[in-house]
């Protein structure tokens, strides 16, 4: 479960979102909303990675603030536009994530495999296009054993085929108990793909969710 409690957060003085209280029990949720409505805003607060004010919670024990390093051990994030330093090579960005996140050995294999990344794995990143960057960055947040996967725009540069893939990884994430992925994106999900998908509306500075 996903608990956030008196949550403000602002730019310069400007409110940009708040939220009194929300809770979301596990599953696949779609944060949807307009250009600047605060998607990546609130996927970045929970994902521990952007101050605020107020408290996030995981697993009704595990506080952001007060446990910062347990906290980000149960939260994965992949941006929406990712970056990483040039001379890495995928497998030793892979290894350093698994090294951070305590991964279970010989877990990147499956991700590597199915998303077919095998042949340009060990290649220094900076080789990568775009898409194949993106692949690299949904590896990584399926690494560890997080409670909690926040995709910021998942779909962006994702080639046709590829997407079946994500979607089962998701799936296969989201049959463990009380785990969920939250994902932004401009686009709808395919509901054959995502049949339970739920949505997360950010309007007018606030979230509205209808269980
Ligand atoms: N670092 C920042 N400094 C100042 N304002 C910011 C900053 N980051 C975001 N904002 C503002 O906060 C608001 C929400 O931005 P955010 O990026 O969360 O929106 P979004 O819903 O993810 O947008 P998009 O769909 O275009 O990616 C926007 O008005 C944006 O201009």
Redesign the pocket.
């Known amino acids: 479960m996903l608990q956030i409690d008196q949550f403000r957060k602002t730019?310069?003085n400007?409110l940009?979102?708040q939220i009194d209280s929300l809770a979301i029990s596990g599953g696949v949720y779609w944060v949807r909303?307009?250009?600047?409505?605060?998607?990546?805003?609130?996927l970045k607060a929970i994902a521990g990675i952007l101050p605020f004010q107020g408290d996030i919670i995981l697993n009704q024990r595990v506080h952001s603030k007060k446990q910062p390093v347990a906290y980000r051990k149960l939260v994965n994030f992949a941006e929406?536009e990712p970056i990483f330093p040039e001379f890495l090579t995928g497998i030793e960005l892979i290894e350093l994530f698994k090294s951070a996140k305590k991964a279970p050995h010989q877990q990147e294999a499956f991700y590597v495999e199915t998303m077919q990344m095998t042949s340009y794995v060990n290649q220094p990143v900076r080789t990568y296009s775009s898409g194949m960057l993106k692949k690299l960055s949904l590896v990584l947040a399926f690494l560890g054993q997080p409670t909690c996967i926040l995709l910021?725009?998942p779909l962006t540069t994702l080639d046709a085929d590829s997407l079946p893939i994500l979607y089962s990884w998701i799936d296969r994430f989201c049959h463990q108990p009380e785990t969920m992925v939250l994902l932004?994106s401009?686009q709808a999900f395919e509901g054959a793909l995502l049949p339970t998908v739920r949505e997360l509306l950010?309007e007018n500075a606030t979230i509205r969710y209808k269980p």
């Open positions: 730019y310069n400007q940009v979102l909303g307009q250009n600047g409505s605060g998607k990546s805003t609130l929406a910021d725009e932004s401009h950010v």
